[in-house]
DNA sequence: ACCTCTTATGCTCTATATGAGCATTAATGT
DNA sequence: ACATTAATGCTCATATAGAGCATAAGAGGT
């Protein structure tokens, strides 16, 4: 396909692994927050999945409920500064347990609000929106070179930011127009430094953009497909799975009619017990019935199908 | 995070070119069909969508409309045979439109049911899935070694195959069913022969896999994006627009249904013509509002949210 | 000119899903 | 007991999806 000659490429792993930890998000870094797990390609495994699977549970000693691949990187700009041979890598996602030893903090876990404090429309919108982002991208558009760019801009940030119609599987591209608006900077790209960023913790070479991808991937699943059960204690309320789907989609869900979603899909089965004071009326512990991920494929349709005759 | 020194590694493009000509989603394909177009690693774009673009006009004439990564392949079994290095593969899906020469057929371009017979359903089920596959996956439910192997299995079958629910968007489980069930070839995986394998073309290596994760990535997307219209010529009938459709879902639509769904959303506007006498009463002329691919982002929802506030 | 065929279009109807809100009930812990 | 905090049970309005009936408008043949 391409005409040019093979050339010496390194092939990196990274993933990014989730946990729900107190109602927080939060996600596996290393060097004090700056990087996400990554190395070299093994290969030693059959599969990648499988080579990620055995790293993972050997570092956290828990299992690995989820992996899924999220996307290959492999931009021009990722090369290693010792070689200056270029860097692919291959991301993944991946969900485990929570442990929660009560105060004994994981080390490396992070909330990943820190790196996108805007995503967190739990309490209403975020102020560093109005304040901070909004004001900056205002300036983004009135720079655009003419009418028809500032045009372009101005939709693209109203998508991507307004109040009334919050997306939140927007993520990757909020994160991607930032970046191209000057207002978080990436290291390893080609981007004069930035003078006052938006709040929000940074990371080495691109691995805020890997993150931001995961967590886009993953609000995106668990519309359609039961993965939060992957992050969660084996028995539950419904109040803490529900506030676990918020802390992922980082916004606050309607309780009623969340309880009515989960029965209807038959995801969830009574244990016949119910949970421990946590001040208030205990609710009843749910467990997953694990059987519906093999009763129902995957969702969906948005065609006109006719009938099936 | 893998252990194992870094090893030389080959690395692939695949690319999946989908086009549609006469109402058949058709493939290129290189080898007599027996290949998906693909090459070395390239190493002198910036990015590998560009690479890949340019690599993709350079060859069909003709514009890429829509490039999207598929997936990256990487298992063990993916060897180079000459220096036993392994392969690890990027695949894109691309979209390009249709040119339609009338009769002057472009070499290597195929329709993806010559390799996927069973997916087509959109004159009602084809016969080979009640005369061939069933029953050979009937076959296999029967030979697996306990009851409850044998329950999974049946549900797996059911799922993929049942007539009642057809989901087209599982395509790609389906031929990895089929493969574990010893129903399909597939040369370089540790496999052995097959002796009467279900009709529809093989290909070498496991591009043929690699071509169902595009259909079934291109079944999924066109529910929520509109990239249909990639395959489009710049104007067309509703009609023309709900067959191309089909031939991608491989189903048959509601047409007025269909009708009311495009039009609700807003995706095209009249051209002000009428197409030419096609056999029946010309409809009229239509074409993609390009504007809204700004308007509206991703789509996207199936969570109780609460009030906006 | 007339008749038949093939599409294109317009509308209606029903079941279900989704977003909201009101009203109760049941433990906690002081 | 009583205020508090959750958990539950229901009802309503609107939007959407799956189906089907009826009509309109050219094409093509007789």
Redesign the interface.
């Known amino acids: 396909?391409?005409?040019?000659?093979?050339?010496s490429?390194?092939?990196?792993?990274n993933?990014v692994l989730v946990a729900l930890i107190d109602d927080q998000p939060q996600v596996l870094t290393l060097e004090d927050g700056a990087l996400l797990?990554?190395?070299?390609?093994?290969?030693?495994?059959?599969?990648?999945q499988t080579?990620?699977r055995?790293?993972v549970e050997r570092q956290t000693h828990h299992p690995l409920g989820y992996v899924e691949?999220l996307?290959?990187f492999?931009?021009?700009?990722r090369t290693d500064a010792a070689s200056g041979r270029?860097i692919?890598s291959?991301s993944y996602l991946g969900l485990t347990r929570e442990r929660s030893m009560k105060g004994e903090r994981e080390p490396g876990w992070r909330s990943w609000y820190r790196y996108f404090p805007w995503e967190d429309w739990r309490d209403?919108?975020p102020a560093v929106v109005a304040k901070l982002i909004l004001p900056k991208l205002g300036k983004w558009i009135d720079d655009a070179r003419d009418a028809a760019a500032r045009r372009?801009r101005r939709?693209?940030v109203e998508?991507?930011f307004e109040?009334?119609?919050?997306?939140?599987?927007?993520t990757l591209?909020r994160y991607e127009l930032l970046y191209e608006a000057g207002a978080v900077p990436e290291a390893g790209r080609p981007r004069r430094p930035i003078a006052d960023p938006v709040p929000g913790d940074a990371m080495r070479y691109d691995h805020r953009r890997i993150l931001a991808t995961g967590l886009a991937r993953l609000r995106?699943k668990?519309?359609?497909r039961p993965v939060v059960f992957e992050l969660m204690p084996p028995d539950f309320t419904l109040g803490q799975l529900q506030r676990a789907?918020e802390a992922l989609?980082g916004?606050?869900?309607?309780k009623q009619?969340?309880r009515?979603?989960v029965d209807q899909q038959g995801l969830v089965e009574e244990t016949g017990t119910v949970a421990a004071g946590t001040g208030g009326r205990p609710g009843k512990l749910y467990r997953f019935r694990r059987e519906i991920l093999?009763?129902?494929?995957?969702a969906?349709?948005?065609?006109?199908?006719?009938?099936?005759?």
């Open positions: 396909m391409p005409s040019a000659g093979p050339r490429v390194v092939i990196e792993l993933a797990p990554s190395g070299p390609f093994e290969g030693d495994h059959p599969t990648l080579g990620l055995a790293w691949q996307y290959t492999a931009d021009r700009y270029r692919v291959i209403g919108r372009a939709q693209r998508q991507c109040q009334g119609a919050w997306n939140d599987e927007l591209q995106a668990i519309k359609y789907v989609a916004r606050p869900l309607h009619n969340f009515r979603l093999l009763e129902r494929a995957l969906g349709t948005k065609l006109p199908l006719a009938r099936a005759e």
